[in-house]
């Protein structure tokens, strides 16, 4: 019996010693995604642990909220235990295991620029890496399943063909008229997916040494610190070229010609020489996302900035008066000195950009207030004192101008240069409002504020303030200005509604088909009201302007959005 027993217990013991090697033998650890990404990369963008993300997704309170009413599962996640046995063992389904171990990854490496006819089209160069911990055999025919369903979605029949470069095989994915591509490589444990072969080699010899990475660069460490990158779900990155991108890529919406290219480059490359870089992270706090963003200014610009930029005294979020109960958004603008702010920023750019792209600058400056129908900056921030506010009625409207009225009669002058000749008057309570004889234009002095926009959505400001209806009285901004720490020196505070952007995000994920939002409209309406504003602030702090915001599913739910094709269910 000693002998069975003896027996037994060293069967025991072995088995635990052999669960323990395996355990430690199929355990992951985490691989700086960096290394992936080329030094001289335009952004980067990792998140470590999917899982994370998609529990705090479900645990927001908008997709408490909305997914009921919207028909999304109120969980994303297949059963828990099986993930964390999939993640500590490496036993369960090629899904369940890559959703559990991977790591992911987007860089982005260039774009491409195309003119047809008078229509300008700008390709971003995108590698998404996925470190999936995983072997090669067990991981790659399901990623490719799934780059293939992709192809096919969106290609229609696409063309598949497979070769060696540099010892690497390359899987691709090709449209009919072999425009548009999706290129594959599989490395160790690694697949890396893009839409440009050289861009999906690169990322592969900075792992490998090749080329520079991103891992080691100064900027990118000072930036994961400044951000809490070790905290955050989702990190992201920004070069001082790729910030001349994206700023170019903004500069060019619209855009119809050659001209329209050569004018985005000079504004992009002046603006941009005014910033080093930007970090970025994302995480889930208190039923919402939280964003944050470092923008390192370029040396110098902090210092010359910072004397007019940073306010004097703290804002008064219950002094409202003008913006509307029911306005999409409102932001406010909070400077030391106004006319300072103007002159520095003239002068950061005359002493940063080339001669070329001062010049070109100056009207760009002086444009910045035209749409509020304001057409001599110079004379305007002479006039207006240091808090400002700009309201948007509707998500996609015109906004409203509020100011201080320092110089009644300046303001005046500049209103009745947009007005025209002859502008008729009307009260709105015991206001005034003057509205233009040719178009829709109004502008009002009403106290001792200064309002300028369209007409109607003037006119519903000042019933605002004559009913006493603000925004203030509303539950969404009350919840969301608790967030705010008015303590702090704030130039910049938007608060704008989250409701559509929440809506937009959790219908990606639903079950129902699209016609059926048609008739459930009014509950998914209802339900988005209970929603919080969202909320974003940008204080100058140090060598750098920092800005944090919360929201429903910040700006990587955005992103989603923004870049998930609309297809009919």
Same mark, same amino acid.
């Not at 990854?105 to 008078?118: D, H, K, L, N, R």
């Not at 005014?274 to 939280?290: C, H, N, Q, R, T």
């Not at 070329?356 to 444009?367: D, M, N, V």
């Not at 209802?526 to 944090?548: G, M, N, Q, Y």
């Given at each position: 019996?000693?002998?069975?027993?003896?027996?037994?217990?060293?069967?025991?013991?072995?088995?635990?010693?052999?669960?323990?090697?395996?355990?430690?033998?199929?355990?992951?650890?985490?691989?700086?995604?960096?290394?992936?990404?080329?030094?001289?990369?335009?952004?980067?963008?990792?998140?470590?642990?999917?899982?994370?993300?998609?529990?705090?997704?479900?645990?927001?309170?908008?997709?408490?909220?909305?997914?009921?009413?919207?028909?999304?599962?109120?969980?994303?996640?297949?059963?828990?235990?099986?993930?964390?046995?999939?993640?500590?063992? @490496?036993?369960?389904?090629?899904?369940?295991?890559?959703?559990?171990?991977?790591?992911?990854?987007?860089?982005?490496?260039?774009?491409?620029?195309?003119?047809? @006819?008078?229509?300008?089209?700008?390709?971003?160069?995108?590698?998404?890496?996925?470190?999936?911990?995983?072997?090669?055999?067990?991981?790659?025919?399901?990623?490719?399943?799934?780059?293939?369903?992709?192809?096919?979605?969106?290609?229609?029949?696409?063309?598949?063909?497979?070769?060696?470069?540099?010892?690497?095989?390359?899987?691709?994915?090709?449209?009919?008229?072999?425009?548009?591509?999706?290129?594959?490589?599989?490395?160790?444990?690694?697949?890396?997916?893009?839409?440009?072969?050289?861009?999906?080699?690169?990322?592969?010899?900075?792992?490998?040494?090749?080329?520079?990475?991103?891992?080691?660069?100064?900027?990118?460490?000072?930036?994961?610190?400044?951000?809490?990158?070790?905290?955050?779900?989702?990190?992201?990155?920004?070069?001082?070229?790729?910030?001349?991108?994206?700023?170019?890529?903004?500069?060019?919406?619209?855009?119809?010609?050659?001209?329209?290219?050569?004018?985005?480059?000079?504004?992009?490359?002046?603006?941009?020489?005014?910033?080093?870089?930007?970090?970025?992270?994302?995480?889930?706090?208190?039923?919402?996302?939280?964003?944050?963003?470092?923008?390192?200014?370029?040396?110098?610009?902090?210092?010359?900035?910072?004397?007019?930029?940073?306010?004097?005294?703290?804002?008064?979020?219950?002094?409202?008066?003008?913006?509307?109960?029911?306005?999409?958004?409102?932001?406010?603008?909070?400077?030391?000195?106004?006319?300072?702010?103007?002159?520095?920023?003239?002068?950061?750019?005359?002493?940063?950009?080339?001669?070329?792209?001062?010049?070109?600058?100056?009207?760009?400056?002086?444009?910045?207030?035209?749409?509020?129908?304001?057409?001599?900056?110079?004379?305007?921030?002479?006039?207006?004192?240091?808090?400002?506010?700009?309201?948007?009625?509707?998500?996609?409207?015109?906004?409203?101008?509020?100011?201080?009225?320092?110089?009644?009669?300046?303001?005046?002058?500049?209103?009745?240069?947009?007005?025209?000749?002859?502008?008729?008057?009307?009260?709105?309570?015991?206001?005034?409002?003057?509205?233009?004889?040719?178009?829709?234009?109004?502008?009002?002095?009403?106290?001792?504020?200064?309002?300028?926009?369209?007409?109607?959505?003037?006119?519903?400001?000042?019933?605002?303030?004559?009913?006493?209806?603000?925004?203030?009285?509303?539950?969404?901004?009350?919840?969301?200005?608790?967030?705010?720490?008015?303590?702090?020196?704030?130039?910049?505070?938007?608060?704008?509604?989250?409701?559509?952007?929440?809506?937009?995000?959790?219908?990606?994920?639903?079950?129902?088909?699209?016609?059926?939002?048609?008739?459930?409209?009014?509950?998914?309406?209802?339900?988005?009201?209970?929603?919080?504003?969202?909320?974003?602030?940008?204080?100058?702090?140090?060598?750098?302007?920092?800005?944090?915001?919360?929201?429903?599913?910040?700006?990587?739910?955005?992103?989603?959005?923004?870049?998930?094709?609309?297809?009919?269910?």
């Amino acid at each position: 019996m000693n002998r069975i027993r003896r027996a037994t217990l060293l069967l025991v013991l072995l088995l635990v010693a052999l669960a323990a090697v395996w355990l430690f033998w199929s355990r992951t650890g985490r691989t700086d995604m960096a290394t992936y990404a080329p030094a001289d990369c335009l952004a980067f963008v990792e998140a470590n642990d999917l899982t994370e993300v998609a529990r705090g997704i479900e645990g927001t309170e908008a997709w408490k909220t909305l997914a009921g009413p919207v028909g999304a599962p109120a969980n994303l996640l297949p059963n828990r235990w099986f993930l964390r046995l999939a993640r500590w063992t @490496g036993i369960g389904s090629a899904e369940a295991i890559l959703l559990a171990r991977s790591q992911v990854a987007i860089v982005f490496t260039g774009a491409e620029a195309s003119q047809s @006819g008078s229509t300008l089209t700008v390709k971003p160069l995108a590698t998404f890496v996925v470190e999936t911990h995983t072997t090669q055999r067990r991981m790659r025919p399901t990623i490719e399943r799934h780059i293939e369903d992709l192809a096919r979605r969106v290609y229609g029949e696409p063309v598949l063909s497979r070769k060696q470069v540099e010892g690497v095989e390359l899987s691709e994915w090709s449209s009919a008229d072999g425009a548009r591509h999706i290129v594959a490589a599989f490395a160790d444990t690694v697949a890396i997916i893009g839409n440009d072969e050289p861009s999906v080699l690169h990322c592969l010899e900075a792992k490998r040494g090749k080329r520079p990475a991103l891992a080691g660069e100064k900027q990118l460490a000072d930036l994961r610190q400044k951000v809490d990158s070790s905290e955050a779900n989702v990190f992201g990155f920004v070069s001082k070229s790729g910030l001349k991108s994206l700023l170019q890529a903004f500069a060019l919406r619209g855009a119809s010609s050659s001209n329209d290219l050569i004018a985005s480059q000079i504004f992009s490359d002046t603006l941009g020489s005014l910033i080093d870089g930007l970090g970025w992270s994302s995480k889930f706090v208190d039923g919402m996302v939280e964003d944050r963003s470092s923008i390192t200014l370029s040396q110098g610009v902090a210092d010359k900035l910072r004397g007019s930029f940073v306010p004097a005294d703290s804002l008064a979020l219950s002094e409202l008066p003008f913006v509307p109960a029911e306005a999409y958004s409102v932001s406010l603008y909070h400077f030391r000195d106004v006319e300072g702010v103007w002159r520095d920023l003239n002068s950061v750019i005359a002493s940063h950009a080339d001669v070329i792209g001062a010049i070109a600058t100056r009207p760009l400056l002086r444009g910045l207030l035209k749409p509020y129908g304001i057409d001599d900056a110079e004379a305007f921030v002479h006039a207006a004192g240091t808090r400002t506010q700009t309201i948007r009625l509707e998500e996609n409207s015109p906004s409203v101008l509020v100011t201080e009225a320092l110089d009644r009669a300046a303001l005046r002058k500049l209103a009745l240069r947009r007005l025209g000749p002859k502008p008729k008057t009307e009260s709105v309570g015991d206001l005034e409002l003057m509205l233009s004889s040719t178009d829709n234009w109004a502008a009002s002095l009403a106290v001792n504020q200064f309002l300028s926009g369209p007409a109607e959505a003037v006119r519903r400001c000042l019933l605002a303030k004559t009913q006493s209806k603000s925004i203030t009285s509303t539950d969404a901004f009350r919840t969301s200005q608790r967030l705010v720490d008015v303590s702090l020196p704030i130039t910049v505070l938007t608060f704008s509604s989250d409701q559509h952007a929440a809506i937009s995000f959790v219908e990606l994920f639903s079950q129902h088909e699209r016609s059926a939002f048609s008739s459930g409209a009014p509950v998914i309406d209802e339900a988005s009201r209970s929603l919080p504003f969202a909320v974003s602030v940008v204080i100058l702090k140090d060598a750098a302007l920092e800005w944090t915001s919360r929201s429903s599913f910040g700006l990587v739910g955005s992103l989603l959005v923004t870049l998930t094709p609309e297809t009919a269910k």
